[in-house]
């Protein structure tokens, strides 16, 4: 789930002073402005930070970046190569990719009103723009398909899953959706593709302690006390595969792939559990067989039944 992080007073030295009203820049071309807030530091300009910061990024990028207009101030005025470094200033900034690579599947909108959006997200088409991937993201072309300069996604699907994303429309209703997320009372289905194994009893519950492994975006099973619980359904046998459901009670990051690859049936196309393979090119002909299959939950506005299907299919 997508946190909403409430602003702080800045503090310098021993004294507060009192939060800096912030103006976010508008959504260009449907890719929202990025932030940063300065850290204490003796750097001679904003673009020798910025550089130390970022050091992926050419100074050369940079400069033509506040030449363009495209390095705010907190207040809304734009701020160009020769702006001193102010400690404790907020900057917003767009970013850019040289190269992206186009990702040949589109989204569906299933559902639009005036607070929410769901979406059905293909395979390959990350949730949110991060590292190589910035306008090729479900966020960024709702944004531009739709014009909502206020979309939000209530929640992340991995790039390799598809299926259903719940999105908060309007700033003035999303905590009371957020909400939902954060005490677990949304009901979550998916759909999964993995070996077929006969000698284990269905319906059954998988519990264990995940954590953070190596490489760092992976996670695997540890010693300790359960923080994550699955239960798992076969639907149907289709020989060597079968499709299960999958009913996730928490909501850590690849509960479900490392789940079934610890009870020794993988979902099929898994590049990263139980062995981590070769997925620096997408083979578009071997998505990941995982589905986020529905949504089910109580509206906190109106108090409706809301239950929403994807249209996809594995």
Same mark, same amino acid.
């Given at each position: 789930m997508l946190r909403l992080l409430g602003r702080k007073p800045l503090t310098i030295g021993t004294v507060n002073a009192p939060p800096i009203p912030s103006v976010r820049p508008p959504t260009r071309d449907g890719v929202g402005a990025s932030s940063v807030r300065l850290p204490p530091g003796h750097w001679p300009l904003l673009l020798d930070f910025l550089c130390a910061r970022f050091p992926d990024v050419p100074r050369s990028i940079w400069a033509a970046r506040m030449q363009q207009g495209r390095v705010h101030d907190s207040d809304g005025p734009t701020l160009d190569a020769s702006t001193p470094y102010?400690?404790?200033r907020l900057i917003h900034y767009y970013r850019d990719l040289?190269?992206?690579?186009?990702?040949? !599947?589109?989204? *569906? &909108?299933?559902?639009?009103?005036?607070?929410?959006?769901?979406?059905?997200?293909?395979? !390959?088409?990350? *949730? &949110?723009?991060?590292?190589?991937?910035?306008r090729e993201t479900l966020l960024v072309r709702l944004k531009q398909q739709t014009g909502l300069d206020q979309l939000i996604p209530l929640?992340?699907?991995d790039r390799a899953t598809a299926g259903l994303v719940l999105f908060s429309v309007d700033p003035a209703t999303r905590g009371a959706y957020s909400a939902l997320f954060a005490a677990r009372r949304i009901d979550k289905t998916y759909e999964a593709l993995a070996p077929t194994r006969t000698e284990l009893a269905f319906p059954l519950t998988h519990r264990s302690r995940m954590v953070e492994s190596t490489p760092f975006f992976r996670m695997t099973e540890a010693g300790g006390p359960a923080n994550t619980e699955t239960r798992i359904e076969r639907i149907e046998t289709l020989g060597a595969i079968s499709r299960y459901r999958l009913t996730p009670l928490t909501g850590r990051k690849h509960q479900l792939r490392v789940h079934m690859a610890a009870l020794g049936m993988p979902i099929v196309n898994d590049l990263w559990y139980?062995?981590?393979?070769?997925?620096?090119?997408?083979?578009?002909?071997?998505?990941?067989?995982?589905?986020?299959?529905?949504?089910?939950?109580?509206?906190?506005l109106s108090g409706e039944a809301r239950r929403f299907e994807s249209a996809l299919r594995l």
């Open positions: 102010c400690a404790g040289a190269h992206e690579t186009p990702i040949p !599947f589109a989204a *569906t &909108i299933l559902y639009r009103d005036a607070h929410l959006l769901v979406a059905d997200k293909p395979h !390959f088409l990350p *949730t &949110i723009p991060s590292g190589r991937f910035l929640h992340r699907l139980p062995a981590l393979l070769d997925d620096s090119v997408d083979d578009y002909t071997r998505p990941l067989k995982l589905l986020a299959r529905s949504l089910a939950f109580t509206d906190p």
